[in-house]
């Protein structure tokens, strides 16, 4: 049996087709698991990048999805090969799953650049593995191509739908408001997430997978299909078949992933209702790219947007009716006149092409432009002497009587110092009130966790009281709601002005003026800022490396050292 013939252009025959002792160590180890010779003639080798982790149930499909891409690339002529990546599981990670996004970016990269592999297949869900995978593969910009786990079937609790994430919420404060029961409220737990899949509430997962979809980086209908239904199986078995074209073709993901693809993705999030957590992870992909985006790009493109999609958090319906309605390609058709629709997309046709026929069969899940669920919904960018570099806020989700408002602050140093303090009868703090939490940023948490949605003060609850304005340095869930303004920049770990904030000051919130103001003269923060310290960073370990070199969040949050690429040049033998 001769050596495989050498296809100079392929990137995978500089380990198969090879002769001698080298070429003897790379494929016969394969061999060994039951791949005939002929698998190393040239063909495309797809690598499959599988985040499946009992650890992140929302993912735990991913073994069968993986099964249906390697059909479509056998079927297509190629030799898929599944490897595994750190996997994030947002419920189970603590202290937050985004302390790891950039490892687990780490490990996708250094993985596909070191392997023999020619294109790749992404299996992306729990909200952190999307961009996790997409920020390490574009850093190697390999043919690459998407594909979503899919959300889990819609919550249903007694006859009433409950979403993920926002029902929990939900009836968390009616558990601290004293109108459910412990009892009920365990019972609840089994019924909301009835099936494997991502959180099936318009949260970061499906907000990520809409990215994705939007970006042109999967095939249409990705974002929406649940995780159990035949036909998610079936693209996946889809992606698999065009991933060996696009190899053949050479489609890289930097051909994909241009300035009007983020564009696109902008307003596709608006029109979505889409999380906040978007923002920071397509900067942070456009990042590992070169591609020109900015955290005013958010403002600028898609706030004056309206949302159509009518889910939770900002809406009434979830994923599975989304899908039903038409999903993702119905809603891009209704905004096309806001589109670039000659971007180019994985499956070689431009936006414009995969939706011009896209059909709505709801229309009061998916509202025509002319009746949305909000007039203006995206992400406005708040800035002044309390956020230099932008804070933001998805007024979709903010009550319209708080959007302008002045109040006095009622501050927690940190999340310990509001866990301790906010359920205290005593808690100076009326309807009126500012809630402000500090260091819970990149640098501070660290890892920037999911708790700017502060729970309301009981005794406001039994008021009546449902929202408050809630500024703080952290994100918050996608599938959370209120007047909560978030990423505010530079955090208070890093010595931003909102470190300097004390209990009472007063801070002015206008949404429509993009303004967010400290009212207390320059010499006094002068004054406090001179008594002002860092905290010490961590002793040792992967969150010394995450805290000395984590960027802030209006850059994305991406460690200085990823951003760029590195390609996918391949490295001396190993024997
Ligand atoms: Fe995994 Fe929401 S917790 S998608």
Excluded at 73 to 100: C, K, N
Excluded at 148 to 161: E, V
Excluded at 317 to 341: K, N, Q, S, T
Excluded at 380 to 401: E, F, Q, T, Y
Aim: aromatic share 6%; proline share 7%.
């Amino acid at each position: 049996m001769s050596a495989p013939p050498r296809k100079p252009g392929r990137r995978s025959q500089q380990w198969f087709g090879r002769d001698g002792k080298q070429g003897f160590y790379y494929r016969s180890w394969l061999k060994g698991m039951g791949v005939p010779h002929e698998m190393f003639d040239g063909r495309p080798v797809i690598g499959i990048c599988n985040t499946w982790s009992e650890l992140t149930p929302c993912n735990s499909s991913f073994r069968e999805l993986a099964e249906y891409v390697k059909r479509g690339v056998y079927e297509a002529g190629g030799f898929p090969l599944e490897f595994p990546v750190m996997s994030l599981g947002e419920t189970q990670i603590r202290p937050t799953a985004m302390l790891y996004r950039n490892l687990a970016a780490m490990d996708v990269e250094e993985s596909i650049r070191a392997n023999p592999i020619d294109g790749v297949v992404l299996l992306m869900g729990c909200d952190k593995t999307t961009p996790a995978l997409l920020m390490g593969a574009a850093s190697v910009d390999l043919p690459t191509i998407g594909i979503s786990g899919g959300p889990s079937l819609s919550g249903n609790w007694r006859g009433k739908p409950v979403g993920s994430g926002t029902g929990v919420i939900e009836m968390s404060e009616m558990v601290r408001a004293g109108t459910l029961s412990q009892d009920e409220f365990n019972e609840a737990e089994a019924c909301m997430q009835r099936s494997k899949g991502s959180c099936m509430t318009m949260g970061t997962a499906s907000t990520m997978a809409c990215m994705v979809e939007a970006l042109g980086m999967s095939l249409p209908e990705n974002a929406a299909i649940p995780a159990v239904d035949a036909r998610r199986f079936r693209l996946a078995h889809l992606s698999g078949r065009r991933i060996v074209e696009m190899v053949r073709e050479d489609l890289r993901m930097s051909k994909v992933l241009t300035r009007k693809a983020f564009a696109n993705a902008i307003r596709a999030n608006a029109a979505i209702g889409g999380s906040t957590n978007a923002v920071i992870h397509l900067l942070a992909i456009a990042g590992r790219l070169g591609v020109d985006l900015s955290l005013d790009d958010w403002d600028a493109i898609g706030s004056r947007l309206p949302c159509l999609v009518n889910l939770k958090p900002s809406g009434q319906y979830l994923m599975e009716d989304f899908y039903y309605a038409g999903g993702l390609p119905a809603v891009l058709r209704e905004i096309a006149a806001h589109l670039d629709l000659d971007a180019p997309t994985v499956n070689g046709r431009t936006l414009g092409e995969n939706i011009a026929e896209a059909p709505c069969w709801n229309r009061d899940v998916i509202r025509p432009l002319a009746e949305p669920v909000r007039p203006e919904a995206g992400i406005a960018v708040l800035r002044g002497n309390l956020a230099p570099d932008g804070a933001v806020i998805k007024p979709s989700a903010a009550s319209p009587h708080l959007l302008r408002h002045r109040g006095r602050a009622v501050v927690f140093e940190d999340i310990d110092d509001f866990k301790r303090r906010i359920d205290d009868e005593a808690l100076e703090v009326d309807a009126d009130s500012i809630l402000v939490l500090k260091n819970c940023g990149p640098r501070g948490y660290p890892g920037m966790a999911e708790v700017g949605n502060m729970p309301l003060p009981p005794k406001l609850l039994r008021q009546g009281v449902t929202d408050l304005v809630r500024i703080s340095d952290a994100r918050m869930s996608g599938t959370a709601y209120g007047t909560v303004v978030l990423h505010v920049s530079p955090e208070a770990a890093a010595g931003g002005p909102l470190a300097l904030v004390r209990e009472g000051d007063v801070i002015e919130l206008d949404v429509p003026g993009r303004r967010l103001h400290l009212e207390v003269d320059a010499a006094e923060l002068a004054r406090r800022r001179a008594q002002w310290t860092a905290p010490p960073p961590p002793a040792r370990g992967w969150e010394r490396l995450y805290v000395q070199h984590v960027q802030q969040a209006h850059l994305g949050a991406d460690l200085d050292f990823l951003v760029g690429g590195s390609g996918d040049g391949v490295a001396g033998d190993s024997h």
